[in-house]
């Protein structure tokens, strides 16, 4: 069964450092998304990306951050400056698209610890 | 700002029960909504998706959805052990025709099945 990938499965980075998160979203779907949680709390949306161009991002998604797919399969995060409340799991997530088609399947996730 | 509520929980119930959940939501002009079920330290895995007033049934799941009221509900049938975890609502806004979706999370129901 198709699924997202992501890597790595934990980072751990020093506070100011560039970490980039990267996904594999499932081949055939065209729309993809990074959330993320903090430890006991909901699920956030960050950013949702089609056509090669960010089509939503949250209040979250201020100028720290970044997104890119740089070839026909990765999907990646970038986060420039690490803060100590970046430490969250991040969730790729990636969807068919079309009107009937709008749920994500979400990859199992990078759990970012910034110390 | 758009939200979606649920109740916390947990909610308990004993095996072979029913276990209701519910939830709500701000944004009138929403149009796609999920349930993800998230066990702990995993990433939300999709359960239901449900666009039209009405139920929507899946095995043992059942969702129902009343836009009038902003209500999305799920209704697992034959509780078991295994269903136990947090249960996710979530709902999109905008849409494939604006070129992107963002979904918005309620912080979850805990449900325990009792052996």
């Known amino acids: 069964e198709p699924e997202v990938t992501q890597t790595p499965s934990h980072q751990v980075t020093q506070m100011g450092q560039e970490v980039i998160l990267r996904c594999v979203p499932i081949s055939n779907h065209l729309y993809f998304y990074w959330y993320r949680q903090i430890l006991g709390q909901k699920v956030e949306f960050l950013v949702s990306f089609y056509n090669n161009e960010i089509s939503e991002k949250s209040e979250i998604f201020d100028d720290q951050f970044s997104v890119e797919r740089p070839d026909g399969s990765n999907f990646t995060l970038k986060i420039r400056s690490t803060k100590l409340e970046d430490s969250a799991m991040y969730f790729c997530?990636?969807?068919?698209?079309?009107?009937?088609?709008?749920?994500?399947?979400f990859g199992q996730g990078t759990r970012l610890t910034v110390v | 700002q758009k939200e979606v509520e649920q109740n916390s929980g947990p909610l308990s119930v004993p095996e072979g029960a029913i276990a209701s959940l519910n939830c709500t939501y701000s944004?009138?002009?929403?149009?796609?909504f999920f349930w993800y079920r998230q066990y702990s330290g995993k990433s939300p895995e999709l359960i239901m998706f449900i666009y039209s007033n009405g139920d929507k049934e899946d095995g043992r799941f059942t969702a129902q959805l009343n836009k009038a009221s902003q209500y999305v509900s799920l209704l697992i049938r034959d509780s078991q052990p295994s269903d136990s975890a947090t249960y996710l609502c979530a709902v999109n806004t905008g849409g494939w025709y604006a070129g992107g979706f963002k979904t918005i999370f309620g912080a979850g129901t805990r449900l325990f099945v009792k052996a």
């Open positions: 944004d009138r002009g929403s149009q796609s």
């Open positions: 997530a990636s969807s068919a698209g079309g009107f009937m088609n709008t749920e994500a399947f």
